[in-house]
């Protein structure tokens, strides 16, 4: 006989799970408990959100789901913001939420909340468990769930007295991993497009990639002198000093290669989605008929066909799908091997940081000394705002797993991410990008950094405004400013006080010596750099945009 508790941390154990994110709930101590007996980490965290922002940069970067625990309604809708990003970036994850006991269900009991509605349309699978005996098939299906065709997050609720039961229950066993390959027939039909194109183009994006895939998606390019673009803040599938490699399919895409993208005769999509982001609101490849012949290859039928009709579907996980295309070659030397070298020519340019702007910090060559001082396995994170264009324009990505940045676009992801990603690879430089705004929405986190001796580099680009909604603002409203002013507290001191090193940058010559006391501190560090306001984009400022409008 064992507990709930206990069979949650078992079926967990079974299905390879080391490490959780949570913060404790009186809700599900029956777990807790049976934590406390086994060889499973527990980083405790300081909010629900950055608990589950955690999980994600876990399952990002590892394809294996993170694991969060929080407890029942304000613990479960502070985990929501993480959940939300696991769906739209799919990233396998799962999260557990104590649930009110059985007798006070549906009386709005204390933190009584509905998951299976409240979660309904944010992950991909949500489940009440009410029978102890079924924990080991649940949570088994739960990581197939979260791990097989386009992953995301599955949901799991606990009813209290459900944990505390004790009951009679199989021995759970890991769950069979879901394959999908690309068939003959189609990597023929690819083939042969290829073979027949004057104008190919790739764009690689979504999850289920690996080292290796990424290696085999390189010697495909090579072998067919495809030029490669990545998708919104998917960077990290192709090495941008890659002959190959043509730039950011993202916000505010490179011109050239926009105009590349569309005079392309074959576009072939591996594992992305191809969303309003990436696909500048859907003019890139149109929807639903796109000019181009599109090959669209994912894991998940259910992508292939729901915003753009393709050519050719294959229904292939892009590792599945590049190691069988891996073994095909073309029959002639490409004729557009010329303009490949051309589009990597303009990508190096477009990536070349400017290096003068508004204020006594310039952004250009702090991103100019970050490219060399930091190792090519150097981790970069980030949330949303106008500082992180910056990171995806100028930082050069070489390798796979050196990138959790959602594309959702929700701010205060990057600080729980740099702790998630630092406690994976402890040896790796580990740096987080964010805004003033951003940094406060889950800066807290940078205490769970301090208390599990994390080092993570917190690099905080504060311009004292919400800067991408005032832009927007002074674009659509010129000289109308509502609710984008910040004050804000002093960073460094702010990091001190955490147990932290902080620095502070007001002059560009400033940043490199403060970057290099940061990183030998050995202590979680936030940089400071005071921004200014005007330096809102690489290539305008905040006064141009509003004179424009
Ligand atoms: C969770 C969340 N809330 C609100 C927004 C809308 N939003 C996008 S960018 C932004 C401002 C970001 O400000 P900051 O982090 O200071 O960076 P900056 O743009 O000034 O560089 C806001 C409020 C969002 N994307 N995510």
Not at 52 to 81: E, H, K, W, Y
Not at 247 to 264: F, M, S, T
Not at 308 to 328: C, G, H, M, Q, W
Not at 348 to 357: A, K
Request: proline share 7%; aromatic share 8%; with cysteine.
């Amino acid at each position: 006989m064992k507990t709930g508790g206990q069979l949650i941390v078992e079926a967990l154990e079974a299905n390879g799970t080391d490490r959780i994110f949570c913060v404790p709930g009186e809700s599900y101590l029956a777990v807790l408990d049976a934590l406390h007996d086994s060889a499973i980490r527990t980083f405790v965290c300081r909010q629900e959100g950055g608990a589950a922002m955690m999980a994600d940069c876990q399952g990002r970067l590892t394809g294996q789901p993170g694991i969060c625990f929080v407890t029942r309604g304000p613990g479960a809708t502070n985990a929501s913001a993480g959940v939300h990003i696991a769906m739209q970036d799919s990233v396998p994850m799962i999260l557990f939420i104590g649930q009110v006991a059985s007798h006070a269900k549906e009386r709005e009991a204390f933190q009584e909340v509905d998951y299976v509605r409240f979660f309904g349309d944010i992950a991909k699978w949500v489940v009440e468990i009410d029978d102890a005996s079924r924990i080991p098939e649940f949570v088994t299906r739960a990581f197939a769930v979260a791990t097989s065709g386009r992953p995301g997050p599955v949901v799991i609720s606990l009813p209290e007295d459900m944990l505390t039961s004790e009951v009679e229950a199989p021995q759970a066993l890991p769950h069979t991993p879901v394959e999908t390959y690309p068939g003959r027939a189609e990597l023929d039909a690819l083939e042969m497009l290829l073979n027949g194109a004057k104008r190919p183009f790739v764009i690689l994006g979504g999850t289920r990639w690996n080292e290796d895939a990424v290696a085999r998606m390189r010697a495909i390019s090579e072998a067919w002198s495809l030029p490669v673009g990545c998708s919104f803040r998917r960077q990290m599938l192709f090495d941008h000093l890659h002959a190959n490699y043509a730039g950011d399919v993202g916000i505010g895409i490179n011109p050239k290669l926009a105009a590349r993208i569309k005079a392309a005769d074959v576009v072939l999509l591996i594992g992305g989605r191809m969303g309003e982001m990436p696909s500048s609101d859907y003019t890139l490849l149109k929807s639903p008929y796109p000019d181009q012949a599109l090959v669209h290859v994912h894991a998940d039928a259910g992508e292939l066909g729901r915003v753009y009709r393709p050519t050719l579907a294959i229904n292939a996980s892009p590792s599945a799908f590049v190691e069988a295309f891996a073994k095909r070659k073309p029959t002639a030397e490409p004729s557009w091997a010329d303009e490949t070298a051309k589009t990597h020519a303009a990508y190096l340019d477009w990536s070349t940081p400017p290096e003068t702007g508004p204020g006594a910090v310039q952004m250009g060559p702090i991103m100019n000394y970050l490219e060399t001082a930091l190792p090519d396995d150097a981790i970069l994170t980030n949330g949303a705002g106008n500082y992180a264009t910056w990171v995806h324009r100028f930082h050069r990505s070489r390798r796979f797993a050196t990138q959790a940045a959602p594309t959702s676009g929700s701010m205060g992801y990057g600080t729980p991410a740099a702790v998630a990603a630092k406690a994976l690879f402890p040896e790796r430089t580990v740096v987080a990008f964010a805004g003033d705004g951003c940094f406060l929405m889950n800066g807290q986190e940078f205490a769970t950094a301090v208390q599990y001796d994390l080092p993570i580099i917190v690099i905080v680009v504060n311009n004292g405004i919400y800067g991408t909604i005032r832009m927007h603002q002074e674009r659509e409203y010129p000289g109308r400013v509502v609710a984008t002013d910040l004050k804000n507290p002093d960073f460094a001191s702010l990091a001190r006080a955490y147990g932290g090193h902080g620095e502070t940058v007001e002059k560009t010559a400033d940043f490199a010596p403060a970057f290099e006391r940061a990183r030998v501190s050995g202590k979680p560090a936030i940089i400071e750099i005071k921004l200014d306001p005007e330096a809102i984009t690489p290539t305008r400022t905040m006064t141009q945009i509003r004179d424009k409008a």
